[in-house]
């Protein structure tokens, strides 16, 4: 297959499973939001979500930026990628052995500034497995992702949630509840592991092992130190937020944020999708030529703004609904969920342009932007939380992401000097397409009755007189669907 054929079938086999699964993660986290507010109201939320949150933390230190690492070098040099996976997984042991003695260790800090209930430290305790075993699934995944073969991940993905949802509702319907919860992830994660362990050893002609050779453990080390700071601000970006919120104010206000910053993440789901899918090719491309590089980044650029426009002006009208629906006894949710949608365009426009960034070597410049949009977030954080709760909280998120794109563009136009005019003018397009949209969804929102059904057929009419526009004013044009289609079908 070619690779503009591979391209778009990874794309497409990720983007679908992904959707697939967030899907159902979020039907999923609707129920057990509401199973968890039937005993304690919304401070067990709180507290489930702080164990989550907080042990989730530690997996950059056992990542330590490996994973692309070794997506981009095992692309690049396939006949080396059975000695770099060994070597990366004989470092991840070490760094999940260490991960897990500092993660333990700074809990019982935290826990002489403010005691937590003994309840809450149970449940950190018992997250600790999920990431441990998530770690080492993706080591494996990142092998498959450097040979083209996403699908099995995409697979992977999909009957993971279903198991949290079928082991999970087992311990619910037996009466356990945040625990339970907990332990039916950890149970889903083995399964997904040997899945992994078992797509690698049919599929591929990779097997597990120890190598600890240190010139190539220097080698991966220093290559992997950009990216895991860069995972480390990143990640921090995205859950310092809820732990500091948990210190500031409680754990009520981290139940509403979360589920605002929960709607808000699945969203991201189709970025996600593609920014994995197009990294390893926007690696090749670069040693193509430029043009590649830039198309790639462009086309990429286009169809995030796409999709990330009338998906905020949609969820900012739809709101209401969204949460009565789902959450329902959650209203406070709301205000947060709409004022995070003014940041869901720049967090959809990071993806490419950290990818490009990423694929050029440009780890440290990454890195840096990300330092900084993570210091405006600590900072905004601690001057906003104390007097605007949750409200501040989902600010300092906002902010920080249009931050961390404003910083990163001028470098990728740098390294591309992509069309800018031509992203604008179909952001243009796509901004009024969304807008009318946008107003159609308000009437119809204001004029029906609000069920679920209503709430799906506004949904559905909203999505096709979008579509129908971008077609109307020359966002799309049926040719270059034709195109897409036959790389999806093309065969070498």
Known sequence: MTLSGVLAKNATYLTLSSMAQKALAFWWFAYIAHQLAIPAGDELLGKYTFAVTYTSIFVILMNFGLIPVLTRQGAKNPERLQEYFKQALSLKIILTIVSVVVLIGLFHILNLYKPMPAYTVMLVYLAIGII???????????????QQLMQYEAIGQ???????????????????????????????????????????????????????HWPTMRQLFIMAAPFALADIFFKLNGSIDTVMLN????????????????????????????????????????????????????????????????????????????????????????????????????LFANYPIGNALNAANKQLTNTLNMGIALGVN???????????????????????????????????????????????????ISLLSASIMAVLAWWLQQSLDHTS???????????????????VFGGVKFSEIKVLWQQMRTRS
């Open 247 to 346: 210190y500031l104010a409680g754990d009520r206000y981290v139940a509403w944020y979360s589920i605002a910053l929960k709607l808000t993440i699945t969203l991201t789901v189709l970025p996600g999708a593609f920014a994995t899918a197009f990294f390893p090719a926007m690696s090749q491309a670069l040693l193509q030529s430029k043009e590649s590089f830039r198309n790639i980044f462009e086309q990429t650029s286009i169809l995030l703004l796409f999709l990330s426009i009338p998906i905020a002006l949609g969820t900012y009208v739809l709101a209401p609904d969204i949460i009565q629906l789902a959450f329902k006894d959650f209203p406070a949710t709301i205000p947060a969920l709409q004022l995070f949608m003014a940041g869901v365009v720049f």
């Open 132 to 146: 441990v075993f998530d770690t080492f699934r993706s080591v494996i995944f990142a092998v498959l992702r450097a």
């Open 453 to 471: 059904m209503i709430f799906l057929l506004i949904l559905s009419v909203c999505i096709i007189i979008y579509v129908g526009l971008l077609f």
């Open 378 to 428: 600590v900072v905004l954080n601690i001057i906003l939380i104390p007097q605007y709760t949750y409200m501040g909280a989902a600010l300092a998120a906002t902010l920080s992401a249009i931050v961390l794109v404003l910083l990163g563009l001028p470098y990728v136009y740098q390294l591309t000097e992509f069309r800018s005019l031509v992203i604008l003018k179909k952001a243009g």
């Open 158 to 212: 999909v009957f993971y949630q279903i198991a949290v949802v079928v082991i999970g509702g087992t311990f619910f319907f037996f009466g356990y509840k945040a625990g339970g919860l907990i332990i039916a992830i950890n149970c889903a994660s083995v399964l997904y592991l040997l899945y992994a362990v078992y797509i690698l050893y049919r599929k591929t002609d990779i097997r597990l092992g120890w190598q600890w």
